[in-house]
């Protein structure tokens, strides 16, 4: 029996398995494909303190190789289940049944894609889906974002201090945002707006060089970008939690700033949680606060 | 057992004349996903006996990378009394290498 299992090496995980090695506690980290989770996909970070330029999949490297000299065993299976029995959780994959005193869920997100084709492979290059994180790497440059939800909004406005011009294409005709967002946006003289119109097509050579937007009426426009931002919606990994934890109407863990779920013992840290702010530090902020609890949770067991 | 280094001049008695199936992971220092294959195939190693998971340097090795026409990184081959049997190339799942070895 773990004293701790925790499901997801991302950043909200390792660092939550780095706080509970702290602590004395045995540590099982389940990881579905490969450490780290998305902000490999950045290639580089410059928001998080102290580092003020690192690639995303030194980061991640970094944290599994400080979780895992601290001694946490971290195990590559995928967790498909997970059962309380009190004072007992257990954590079904494929091939084994792990048993722990408490659980942390750190399972992340994963962004909604358009569906195009190249899409995957121009994820770096030209393709982003987080313009905090990339918007930098486009100064002066043009570019689109696609969606309709305050994330799109945002990253607009975010994107319109930089860039040369900002497109910004929504498949509706009116915004699911913010109005007060809104009201920014229409202020900025270099955004442009494409409303009942949806991303067709990707143009790429090495790089995206253009997109293909097509209108309600089926009419298609080739237009010239050097990014497109792709903002509409993501994905929590909590389905296979959906039977124990609460979640929000769109998948979200419900679950506060103590990184509780509904259940005593069982917490959540990271992307898959209810919050406003989804970033790297706030990911790793989850993970030592999770952790803590669990702590907490174990010692109050004896 | 662990991961086996293999260059040029051990392929053939490491891989080729193997009794057991053999996993060849083809990968360099430089290549990010390579770095988080190696934790997986280090635990098939570890947690397998009826294979052997080798590792090939693609800069060391050009000669061997270039024998398998391996292009793309991370790529793993599977070899089978001497011949290439499947591969998987790109960062997957252990359940998806693991699933090289079932099918083959």
């Given amino acids: 029996m773990f004293d701790i299992i925790i499901i997801g090496a991302g950043p909200a995980g390792l660092t939550a398995a780095i706080y509970a090695r702290r602590a004395a506690k045995s540590v099982l980290v389940l990881e579905a494909t490969a450490y780290g989770g998305q902000i490999i996909n950045t290639p580089d970070i410059e928001n998080y303190p102290v580092a003020a ?11 599994y190789e400080q979780a895992k000299a601290l001694g946490a065993e971290i195990v590559f299976e995928k967790a498909v289940e997970i059962e309380d029995h009190g004072t007992e959780k257990a954590v079904i994959t494929a091939k084994n049944r792990y048993i722990g005193k408490a ?23 030209g393709v982003s889906y987080c313009a905090t994180c990339d918007g930098a790497f486009y100064r002066g440059k043009k570019v689109a974002v696609v969606g309709g939800g305050n994330t799109a909004l945002e990253d607009a406005l975010y994107l319109a201090d930089l860039a040369e011009s900002v497109t910004l294409i929504h498949r509706r005709d009116s915004f699911r945002g913010e109005e ?25 050579e090495k790089r995206l060089t253009a997109i293909e937007v097509t209108d309600r009426n089926g009419a298609v426009t080739e237009l010239a970008v050097d990014g497109l931002f792709i903002a509409v919606g993501r994905i929590p990994e909590n389905q296979n939690f959906a ?60 | 057992m662990a991961i ?41 190693a570890e947690e397998r006996s009826d294979c052997k ?52």
């Fill in chain 2, 53 to 104: 998971v080798v590792s090939i340097n693609v800069d060391d090795e050009s000669e061997l990378a270039e024998q398998f026409e391996v292009s793309s990184i991370p790529c793993v081959v599977l070899f089978k009394g001497g011949k290439e049997a499947a591969r998987s190339v790109g960062l997957r799942p252990k359940e998806a290498l693991e699933g090289l070895l079932g099918e083959n």
């Fill in chain 1, 180 to 204: 007060g967002t809104v009201a920014r946006l229409k202020e900025k003289p270099n955004i442009h707006f494409m409303y009942n119109s949806n991303v067709t097509k990707l143009l790429a």
């Fill in chain 2, 4 to 44: 086996i280094p293999v260059t040029y001049e051990h392929f053939e008695e490491e891989v080729l004349k193997s009794d057991l199936p053999v996993l060849a992971d083809f990968n360099a220092d430089w290549c990010g996903p390579c770095r988080m294959l190696a934790p997986i195939l280090e635990q098939i």
């Fill in chain 1, 53 to 63: 330029h690192i690639s995303g999949f030194d980061f991640a490297t970094k944290v």
């Fill in chain 1, 103 to 125: 659980l942390i869920l750190a399972t992340g997100s994963e962004n909604r894609k358009l569906g195009l084709e190249k899409e995957d492979s121009l994820v770096g290059r």
């Fill in chain 1, 243 to 302: 039977a124990l934890i609460r979640l929000d109407e769109a998948g979200y863990i419900q679950a506060g700033e103590n990184c509780h779920t509904n259940l005593p013992g069982i917490f959540t840290a990271g992307d898959n949680r209810t919050k406003e702010v989804r970033q790297l530090v706030t990911a790793t902020a989850d993970g030592a606060v999770a952790a803590t609890e669990a702590v907490k949770y174990i010692a109050a067991l004896s």
